[in-house]
């Protein structure tokens, strides 16, 4: 199915330029700026200085990440006219930039509980970005569907923790949590 939806998407040549735009929204100096003031904003004007913290480390992991399980599957990259050196293309570093940068910055400044469509319209936000970014690179040829596809599936891992680690730290002085039998009665 990677080769057939890959043949597919090069065929389409009228859309290189906008595919080239599409996937440099995952490159690092494109996406980190934008965590990088989303979570300064988070910190400084919504106080969710904890939050930042955890979101700003979960980032840091993503590139390790990326980089060992591409060492271990060593999938050569799409298409007989790329001679590259190393053939870790699984999965993609861009994708995962992209998803874990835009979903992280996402959570950053998600509006308060009570704001459910607020926080529905920004979380769904960061989908449609993350698929331009995905299609972009297969249709310019970087990166196999699959490599994107297994990408997402990473970040959704990262984002989920990294959520859970940030509301199990609670909020600037609000109580512990009571979980287990105990806090029933």
């Given amino acids: 199915m990677d080769a057939s939806v890959l043949r597919e998407a090069a065929a389409e040549r009228s859309v290189r330029p906008v595919a080239q735009f599409l996937s440099d929204l995952g490159d690092l100096p494109v996406a980190l700026p934008v965590l990088a003031c989303a979570l300064g904003w988070a910190a400084w004007r919504l106080g969710r200085w904890r939050e930042a913290v955890v979101y700003a480390v979960a980032m840091a992991c993503a590139a ?7 060492a271990l599957v ?9 001679l590259v050196a190393h053939s870790g293309y699984f999965p993609s570093g861009h994708a995962m930039t992209a998803a874990a940068a835009y979903g992280l910055a996402a959570l950053a400044l998600m509006p308060s509980p009570e704001r459910v469509t607020a926080r529905r319209a920004l979380g769904a936000s960061a989908v449609p970005l993350n698929v331009a970014v995905g299609a972009g690179l297969v249709w310019r ?14 970040a959704g ?17 609000s109580a512990p949590r009571a979980t287990g039998p105990a806090s029933a009665g």
Avoid: E
């Fill in 74 to 82: 060593a999938r050569p990259a799409p298409g007989t006219a790329r």
């Fill in 64 to 70: 390790p990440i990326v980089v060992l399980l591409k």
């Fill in 157 to 173: 891992a990262l984002l989920a923790a990294a959520y859970r680690v940030s509301r199990s730290w609670g909020s600037p002085g």
């Fill in 141 to 154: 040829g970087y990166h196999w569907p699959l490599d994107v596809a297994a990408s997402w599936c990473l």
